[in-house]
């Protein structure tokens, strides 16, 4: 007799996620996979304010500008790594 793997359904921020015994991890559903890249993209596109220069940048553009400076000052080109402040 077979016995069906253990699977687990649970419904987190209207996402469903599932734990298969068998494998490491939490995986998205089709569905949920779906939501989650329309919620990220949404995300990805809202503009705010750059603290230091004033230009209005996506959170696409504020990431890039911050793997620059990680990168700048991996090689020298500047001592301190001024980190992005979430505006309040």
Known sequence: MSVPPFTLYV???SMVLYYHKDKSGCFL???GRKKY???FE???W???KDG???RTLNVRRHIE????LIKDVMTGKIE????YKIPE
């Open 11 to 13: 419904v987190i921020d």
């Open 29 to 31: 559903t089709h569905d």
């Open 37 to 39: 890249l329309k919620i």
């Open 42 to 44: 949404t995300r990805m």
């Open 46 to 48: 809202q503009e705010s």
């Open 52 to 54: 230091y220069t004033g």
């Open 65 to 68: 500008k911050q793997v620059g």
């Open 80 to 83: 301190v790594y001024e980190p």
